[in-house]
């Protein structure tokens, strides 16, 4: 997703799943701060997700119930296992009015991880439990004797049915994310489960492969698992042809029932409620088909549609073509920025409606030689904050060669556009 393209002090997310899902593309900067600004707001409850790097994930092979080992085992001391530190409390499927399953710590969930990989060796491990902020995750080297492999898992809580949820079980859109394979499914339970064969950069820039599940059930526990075929996410150099575990292998991991009780163990989140314990209101998602229908309808008329997408959380895009290369032009729209106005428009241009408006002509990707990226980024008077952006670009996909030498709207197109007045009727 475009505004996961850059880090951001408030989701340094997960992210972006996705794996989402977004990729690292070098879009207009400033407009994907801000665009993290709100949708940091937006975040509150999935901040515990906190260090899954790309796409959280974890390795294989096994299915989801009985860690435990018997009592009368004499082969060693007793493994501390999910199972055993969760069955020692509440069930995890108690009434909300119960008290919550005991929590579960880092080890356990190492120990529980290793038992559902195939045999191997395991080194590098790290994990913190279902009490540590931000929250649960576990990562370890496996070797199975053809190459060490990153493998890493993260666990949190989404909200049901919300877009979150979407951009965590839907497959990315190539134009901005390059991959190999991906699917995205619901299983008999209810659960979305995303399989997903990628790149860790989606530029592949180096061949380190990320292939991932990214499992969503209907109460909204979120289990993510990624492998890598090297030793580490980033930094270290490939080490076998592919990860080690399959995506049937993934799947089986990640559907395991063991994880959703972790998840269960997960504190409260006491940001998600203010002091009187209402809800925090968040800017309203603008949707991405009206966006992407109001876009197209304020191209200029020589300008082909191409193709096209989108996402409701403000973004929108197309790929145009005027005969002489295809160029892509994304949009954001947003609410609630005035908190960080002086950080986008301090030297701006100010209508007399008192509009703020910032003109920035730049590369478009700094791993791409010869991509132009022109901006036109707007702030409307008001309370309401509200934002619209437009980027137009000389190629047609995040991280492709230049397809032409300037892009296919001129900056003052862009302006006509994003200060149109027909972006009112989405405020």
């Known amino acids: 997703m475009p505004e996961n393209q850059h880090q951001d002090p408030f989701e340094e997310r997960l992210t972006a799943a996705l794996r989402d899902t977004g990729g690292d593309f070098q879009a207009d900067g400033t407009a994907l701060v801000a665009g993290g600004r709100v949708r940091g707001r937006r975040a509150l409850t999935r901040r515990r997700a906190g260090v899954l790097g790309g796409v959280a994930g974890v390795a294989l092979v096994g299915v989801g119930g009985a860690l435990l080992l018997p009592q009368d085992d004499s082969t060693g001391p007793e493994r501390r296992t999910v199972a055993s530190e969760t069955t020692a409390g509440p069930s995890a499927s108690a009434s909300p009015s119960a008290p919550a399953p005991s929590p579960v710590s880092g080890d356990a969930l190492l120990t529980s991880l290793k038992e559902l990989l195939p045999e191997g060796r395991f080194s590098e491990e790290d994990a913190r439990g279902s009490g540590d902020a931000p929250g649960p995750y576990a990562s370890l080297v496996y070797d199975d004797g053809e190459g060490a492999a990153a493998i890493s898992m993260g666990l949190d809580r989404v909200e049901a049915g919300s877009e979150q949820v979407r951009e965590l079980t839907e497959c990315p859109d190539e134009t901005f994310v390059q991959y190999d394979a991906c699917s995205s499914t619901r299983l008999p339970d209810g659960s979305l489960l995303r399989l997903f064969q990628g790149y860790e950069y989606p530029d592949r820039r180096v061949d380190t492969k990320l292939w991932s599940a990214d499992l969503v059930t209907s109460e909204g526990q979120h289990v993510s698992l990624s ?180 892009p296919a709207l001129t900056v003052g197109q862009l302006r006509e556009i994003a200060l149109s007045p027909e972006w009112e009727k989405l405020r």
């Open 227 to 406: 492998e890598w075929n090297s030793p580490a996410q980033k930094g270290a150099p490939v080490s076998r042809q592919d990860p080690p575990l399959s995506t049937e292998e993934l799947k089986e991991v990640v559907t395991a029932d063991v994880w959703r009780r972790v998840v269960d163990a997960v504190p409260a989140d006491p940001e998600v409620s203010g002091s009187a314990g209402a809800p925090v209101q968040a800017p309203p998602d603008v949707s991405g088909k009206d966006i992407g229908e109001m876009l197209a309808g304020l191209l200029p008329e020589n300008l082909k549609v191409v193709k096209q997408g989108g996402q409701d959380s403000g973004f929108s895009y197309v790929v145009v073509d005027d005969g002489r290369g295809g160029s892509l032009v994304q949009i954001n729209v947003q609410h609630g920025m005035n908190d960080v106005a002086n950080q986008l428009y301090g030297s701006a241009e100010t209508l007399p409606d008192g509009t703020r408006v910032a003109v920035r002509q730049g590369p478009g990707d700094d791993r791409v030689a010869g991509v132009v990226m022109w901006t036109v980024d707007t702030l409307r008077a008001g309370e309401d904050g509200f934002r619209v952006v437009v980027s137009a670009f000389n190629n047609d996909a995040a991280h492709a060669e230049p397809t032409r030498e300037a």
